[in-house]
């Protein structure tokens, strides 16, 4: 199926931060049964991320506040890309880009456009604007239409914008104006900002106090998001993202109008979950006679 320009052997996307640049995930996840990998974050610099501890489950999924630690440009490009260009290239390869100034994103752009193994980016606009007071790119019209326009005339390659929750319905807003800027689709949803206590010390769960929520209590949200947006901006292609477990999870977010779904804590608890979501969205293809999966996407009925 094409999406923004690229052929992907099937729709299930690895979310980025999940599994490394690939390599991290090769001897536990069939990453030939995927149709593609946001990788971890990109930043200019190495990031040594947030305080431990950074991960905690909760009863409706995760708590993470990983701080986008990373090893930086310059080493993801010498050591992450090169391994993924010779692995696997039916894999599409989407590389995850944070920076705290328009600049760093475009550097970043720059930098890993022609390096093996990219085939598009995807923008991480909940970082916070340092020029701005610390507005995130994603909250700020003016601000997200910059940031995308600037990248778009670094780079060739797809550009993908991820947008958070916590826009609500001001999430169609924040889309068009992306795409006016740009960008040639959409990842809906990125985590919740959320707070998890240890009532036995009356401390927060992870080390940083706050974190985003993602896992099962995030799917309703996704699929809203990507609703709203589908039906606003129908020719733009959405991948859909947030508490995705199951197959049944990756067919609501393709008939809210998802053209890819995104799998990000299921594979953390499970590395073998995309794959197994993968194959069980083409059982669930066959048993309901459905072709080609492009035929479900954007078939949700509403209510009259």
Known sequence: ????????????????????????VDEVLDLSALGGI????????????????????????????IGLANPGLDAVRRD???WLATRDRGLRVLVNVVGNSIEEFVTIATGLTDAPGVDGFELNVSCPNVKSGGLEFGA?????????????????????????PTLGAGIVDAARVAVDAGADGLTLVNTMPGLVVDTDRRRPKIGFGTGGVSGPALLPLGILAT????????????IGLGGVS??????QYLMAGASLVGVGTAALRDPRAPERIARGLARWASDHRVRDLRHLIGTLEWPS
């Open 1 to 24: 199926m094409q999406v923004a320009g690229l052929a992907f052997r099937n729709p299930i996307v690895l979310a980025a931060g999940t599994a490394g640049y690939g390599l991290e």
């Open 140 to 164: 700020d019209p003016q601000a997200l239409a910059l940031l995308v326009s600037a990248v778009r005339a670094a780079t060739p390659r797809p550009i993908f914008v991820k947008l958070s």
């Open 246 to 251: 199951t197959a049944n999870d990756a067919v």
């Open 80 to 82: 992450a890309m090169p």
């Open 38 to 65: 946001a990788t971890k974050a990109v930043s200019v610099a190495p990031r040594h991320g947030a305080p431990p501890l950074r991960v905690s489950e909760f009863a409706g999924g995760m708590i993470n506040a």
């Open 227 to 238: 609703w709203r947006v589908s039906r606003a901006l129908p020719s733009t292609p959405i």
